[in-house]
């Protein structure tokens, strides 16, 4: 069963911070990660989605997690931005 990294890659921390800590999970091994978007407005977090998903390049997953923190409309919202980064659906 393949194991992916999911603590950490927190939206508080820097564009810089969270490359580095991806770039960390690689290290370790990890072949996917969560990003943890727990935001109702997460248009001004482009540029750190952005960040993690150039670092880590087209073969690590890269997943998304809200932490229940939006209403039905916020996540459809969230949803159509994230297409942008190429998330993986874990179904």
Do not use: C
């Amino acid at each position: 069963m393949p194991a992916y990294q999911s603590g950490g890659l927190w939206l508080s921390s820097s564009t810089d911070e969270l490359v580095a800590e991806a770039e960390r999970f690689i290290a370790q091994g990890f072949k996917a990660m969560k990003m943890r978007l727990g935001f109702a407005r997460p248009e001004g977090r482009h540029r750190a989605r952005e960040g993690v998903r150039d670092a880590i390049g087209p073969h690590i997953k890269l997943m998304a997690d809200a932490n229940q923190g939006l209403n039905e409309a916020q996540a459809i919202r969230l949803g159509r931005m994230l297409e942008l980064f190429r998330p993986n659906v874990v179904r």
